[in-house]
């Protein structure tokens, strides 16, 4: 199994650029989110998904869109890129309702974004 | 909204000594989760505690969860090198698939 898989892992951008970072998962999760980890800071969720069709703004949407079109795919997309977004974007994925039992986050590796 | 305090955000050990990292929440939790992840790496899940008080164990690693479910512990039995990376609590306060996670504590063994 993949698990999750972001794409591209690393991207530099000018400021007002616009990009999509991909992530797919292949464990038929229900539960999809973006964070963003900039240095010395935890991850702050950006918006999540409880399945197709469905998502909810997280703690730092602003400058964020998101869709889930499937179960598996969850891009994030950037509508104009600024320097304050240059960070370290992961995504996550679970099955089933968190707080019912041991349901872990499944991270992917990342994508490493700078905004010039 | 839901703010998840973590200290210290640094600590350096020596090999062999035990090491404890703290996460306080503002708001009462459904459950808390712990993360570890290595430099370079993406976090990686420990464990999730549920209830109030629970206390769970993994091999040199002590989870718990407080009485009033607003914070937790994490606490590392005689440390190895194998040990460094930041971790990370995540609270969930039920109702939404929300998890806050804390600033993290940033753990260096030296041999």
């Known amino acids: 199994n993949a698990g999750v898989t972001q794409t591209p892992k690393f991207q530099v951008l000018k400021t007002g650029q616009s990009m999509t970072l991909q992530c797919a998962q292949d464990?038929?999760?229900?539960?999809m989110s973006w964070y963003r980890q900039d240095p010395g800071m935890g991850l702050r969720l950006i918006h999540y998904?409880?399945?197709?069709?469905?998502?909810d703004q997280g703690e730092v949407p602003n400058g964020y869109n998101v869709s889930r079109s499937t179960t598996e795919d969850f891009p994030l997309r950037l509508l104009s890129a600024a320097p304050s977004q240059t960070s370290v974007y992961f995504c996550?994925?679970?099955?089933?309702?968190?707080?019912?039992?041991?349901?872990?986050?499944?991270f992917g590796d990342g994508t490493r974004l700078s905004i010039l | 909204g839901q703010q998840v305090m973590q200290i210290p955000q640094y600590q350096h050990v020596q090999e062999g000594e035990d090491f404890t990292t703290y996460c306080n929440s503002s708001?009462?939790?459904?459950?808390i989760q712990w993360y570890k992840q290595r430099p370079g790496g993406h976090p990686v899940f420990l464990i999730q505690?549920?209830?109030?008080?629970e206390v769970k164990k993994q091999k040199r690693l002590t989870f718990q969860f407080g009485e009033a479910k607003k914070n937790s512990s994490l606490h590392i039995t005689a440390t190895q090198t194998t040990d460094v990376g930041t971790y990370f609590c995540?609270?969930?306060?039920?109702?939404?698939?929300?998890?806050?996670f804390g600033t993290g504590t940033r753990l260096k063994v030296l041999a």
């Open positions: 996550a994925s679970s099955s089933d309702q968190p707080g019912q039992g041991n349901q872990p986050q499944h």
């Open positions: 464990m038929n999760h229900e539960y």
């Open positions: 998904s409880v399945g197709a069709g469905i998502t």
């Open positions: 708001t009462t939790l459904s459950n």
């Open positions: 505690l549920v209830k109030s008080g």
């Open positions: 995540a609270g969930n306060s039920g109702g939404t698939y929300k998890y806050i």
